[in-house]
């Protein structure tokens, strides 16, 4: 019922459906405060392909706690240079692609909740700062990110293994301090 190629702007949206998301809004520049309610449960493919995407917001009031797959969420919004993601709840399970084709450098900040059983590629590609991010799962690794520079006040509450967590990241240029839990 909208010609999607005409959106640029989609700021101040309210969405309480699982049938609205903003796949292939390939002229869509700035989605801010956009308001999720209990309803939406599924975020795969939310924003796929929205390569014109450069500021996205959430308001603080969304709940995203039945939100049970992110997978490819932000999948080819090659102009997002930062992360809007600040929390990806307990419920969520996949999180397989989620930052592929953006250009993040940095998720500081970030809380992956412990529900996570899927997370191929979930890195962004070119990610150099993950300060202060909380992993609560044992699915989460670094393994094989080549780009990450800094990690500092990392936390992995009930996690338990470590095997092969920064391998092949060769790019730090400071020690890791685990934390005490390990």
Do not use: H
Not at 41 to 62: P, V, W
Not at 64 to 84: A, F, H, K, W, Y
Not at 104 to 111: E, Q
């Amino acid at each position: 019922w909208i010609d999607i190629s005409q959106i640029t702007s989609a700021n101040d949206v309210v969405i309480k459906n699982n049938a609205m998301s903003f796949e292939n809004y390939s002229n869509l520049v700035t989605c801010n405060n956009l308001l999720l309610t209990s309803n939406v449960r599924s975020m795969s493919n939310y924003f796929k392909n929205c390569g014109a995407l450069n500021t996205l917001s959430f308001n603080a009031s969304s709940d995203i706690s039945n939100v049970e797959n992110m997978s490819n969420m932000l999948d080819g919004c090659s102009s997002l240079t930062i992360n809007p993601i600040q929390n990806i709840p307990d419920s969520v399970t996949n999180i397989d692609y989620i930052y592929k084709g953006t250009n993040i450098t940095d998720i500081s900040g970030l809380t992956i909740g412990s529900g996570i059983v899927s997370a191929t590629e979930w890195c962004p590609s070119n990610l150099k700062i993950a300060n202060n991010v909380t992993i609560k799962n044992n699915v989460i690794t670094f393994t094989g990110n080549t780009t990450l520079q800094y990690i500092k006040n990392f936390s992995r509450p009930n996690s338990n293994n470590w095997k092969g967590y920064f391998k092949d990241c060769t790019a730090l240029k400071e020690d890791v301090y685990f934390p005490s839990n390990t």
